[in-house]
């Protein structure tokens, strides 16, 4: 199955469905960004023990939003009016390498839009 071989992106036919998922207040979000090497997303993951094996996989399924650093949360009213929306979504399996999502996250990471990204395991 490709889908095994890398992360899963979707960047514009699913949108409407992140953005319902976001309204639900539900999910953790975490501020960060590939300017500071993701430090937010790793400090996040790391930040409970028993997310983590000794391999330094993750020991269950994750989910939760990643927004830039700096901003107030996933979107923002700009003084026109205007929503700009800056968030994604991250969909880890359980069995992920740490270093494989973080790359995975940057690689998807946006400044502006609604992305999803989706790490299987390996």
């Known amino acids: 199955m490709a889908l095994r071989h890398g992360a899963l992106n979707c960047r514009t036919s699913c949108t409407p469905l992140l953005a319902a998922i976001l309204a639900t207040g539900t999910l953790t979000t975490v501020a960060s ?15 409970v ?27 923002h009213e700009m003084e026109d009016g205007q929503v700009k929306e800056h968030r994604l979504l991250v969909t880890i399996e359980r069995g992920v390498k740490v270093a494989d999502m973080l790359k995975a996250v940057k ?16």
């Open 33 to 47: 960004g590939p300017g500071s090497n993701l430090r937010g997303v790793e400090e996040h993951i790391r930040g």
């Open 49 to 75: 023990e028993r997310w983590l094996d000794a391999e330094d996989r993750t020991l269950k399924s994750l989910v939760f939003w990643v927004y830039p650093e700096g901003l107030s949360g996933p979107y």
């Open 107 to 122: 690689g998807a990471f946006v400044e502006e839009g609604t992305v999803h990204v989706h790490v299987p395991a390996v």
